[in-house]
């Protein structure tokens, strides 16, 4: 119901968007084809599946049955389907924001249970300014100073691209080699971002574990700190995150706006700037179904995995 009720919303506010893309499209086709404007507005009309004399409801209708097929629309400036568009560009966001997330995550939570544990060392201011920094820096600003320093002032990494030009793709040593060189700049960028945050949400949990008797009873059987810290504190505390985790995977079908433009990255941040950029609504509008349907889904298959991994959810849900 959720998801029937953004893609609903979605197509409200697309409609309902300021300007007329059909115009800017009919007269991109008049000065390279020669047309006269009104052939070339009722081609763009028809390419695009809008007709301005039918109702809302019965265009809405249409955009409903094409969702029920799989099509999420056609993209006005590449002429393709946004089926295709998506196909070729969420591999590479896929690759780059799951490495990423899943460094940040793992980085995150042994730096948010190290600071818990020994809460007066010096590891716990280090992180808790670390955090608010990364908290209060947009991302962009972080993707900008590496894309300055490390791309184009030590030239250590490329500054665009998914892979070198002259590179045909393919399963080979050189070509993943070459995947990985370009996309070390954006999964960097995701990562500093990310840590940040993972370590205080860790932090948090983790303090309100050590509390708990079970923790108290473990110090008092004399059991390890190294068997507590991980056995009992980490173990527990991740539960919480787990949700987090599996809600930011769905999100990151949208990729990053920002990051993914800067360093001129083919995922679906990009795609997203273009269509922003040029109007191109019904690219919009399939890339944002897209990412909100994710979103939902693994919002759902979050709670779905939480009572398998904590016994205590499924007691109370009996």
Known sequence: MTIVVVAIVTFLIIQNAPGDPLYEWAMDMVQTS????????????????????????????????????????????????????????????????????????????????GIAWKRRSLLDPLVTGYASLTAATPDYVTAMLLLLFFAIRLRWFPSKGAYDIGLTPGFNVQFISNVLYHAALPILSYTLEGIGGWALAMKGSAISVLGEDYIVAAKARGLKGRRILVSYLARNSILPLITALAISFGGMFGGSILIETIFNYPGMGWFFSQALMRKDYGMLQGLFLLTITATILANFLADILYTRLDPRVRLEGK
């Open 34 to 113: 020669g047309l006269d404007f009104e052939t070339a507005y009722r081609i763009a009309a028809q390419m695009y599946g809008y007709d301005p004399h039918e109702s809302l409801l019965h265009r809405l209708g249409v955009y409903l049955g094409r969702l029920l097929r799989g099509d999420l629309g056609y993209s006005m400036i590449y002429r393709v389907s946004v089926n295709k568009i998506i196909a070729k560009a969420l591999p590479w966001t896929a690759f780059v924001v799951s490495v990423a997330l899943l460094l940040s995550f793992f980085v995150g939570v042994a730096l948010g249970t």
